[in-house]
């Protein structure tokens, strides 16, 4: 199989097939995160353990998925990222296997963890992408691919509610395995060879994680303001379904349903994209932001409606925070991309490693926040977390706030 190099500007377009076998990879490889959220409250139910301890396996896939992010996603730079692809395929098929037999959670706990870290596939065929589409299609694929993982992310919990609540838990963990060992196979026949952009050795690779961050400030901004963003991302999706069980007596089914309302971010996508190459980046993110924390803001007015009213509130809101957040994601990636083109792997890395961050904090402080506060209180920490985000954006690019963070 031939090598594709880095530059493709005088390349054809990509073959569509290849195309949707990224989108469908990316989309694959994180839904595998977000599959046990709408099961919580039977995971805990089955396992017999309480509400607070099952938030811990959401939690250990985000953190999972972070480090993986930050420890493993660089090496996209360095190695061939198609048996990268290759290779984390087959670990997550089996991780997804294993937490389907798992007997009780310490051994859930510790598949999570492993789907997390292998997970990151996503987040290594991202930059595949980039590097493969000619420039003048550049935007397109990537926003193309961009879409099918968000879908993954959104749609993950309407499937794995449905497939729960009529087949068990398992049930959803043993078919996933299923379906990433078929995606290794589609990969190994439809992705070319790629070739690395930089000889340095994994030590070095890691190190110039930071020297990256401190040469770009657009980059610092991008990981802090998503990375906030996805606090309150993570800490709705993943207390919604132990709030719908234990408050409304609602199932599995009826808590993944919500990805359905959740997806329609996904269609931001390519609309944030060509929005950002009009307007500007910044432009998509300030918005962006700015929807995630009224829609949040709205959570806490579900207290006063009736259990109908409340279901419909928590859908609207979905859709306008999945709107809002996904539409910052891709700006902010617009933006990084640009600013070095051989380190786009660690780049990559950088702003996921924070955004994932984001996600394990809210994660974990989520469960704990329901606990303690109920439903109001997610809707008080989301919001906070939003309008932060949405303050550093508004913030000018030199100012001392922005300059005390880099120096934590």
Partial sequence: MNSIHKTHEETPSLPRA???LLATGAGLGVAALYYSQPMLGVLA???HVSDRAIGFVPTLTQFGYAAGILLLAPLGDRYDRRHIILAKSLILALALLVSGLAPNLNLLLLTSLAIGLSATLAQDIVPTAATLAPARQRGKVVGTVMTGLLLGILLSRVVSGLVAEQAGWRSMYL??????????VACWFG???ITPTTRLGYGALLRSLATLWRRHPGMRRAAWSQGLLSVGFSAFWSTLAVMLHDTLHLGSAIAGAFGLAGAVGALAAPLAGRLADRRGPEVVVRLGALLAAVSFAALSLGHTLPAAGQLALIAACAIGFDLGIQAALIAHQTLI???????????NAILLTGMFTGMTLGAALGSQVLAQWGWTGIAVL????????LLIRLMPRKDNVMTALNDA
């Fill in 18 to 20: 290849l195309v949707l």
């Fill in 45 to 47: 139910t089955d396992l």
């Fill in 175 to 184: 078919a996933s395995a299923a379906a990433m060992a078929l995606l290794a």
């Fill in 191 to 193: 992705l070319p060879r």
């Fill in 337 to 347: 991309y640009g600013l070095d083109p051989d380190a786009r792997s660690r780049l």
């Fill in 382 to 389: 989301t919001t906070t977390s939003a309008v932060t985000a």
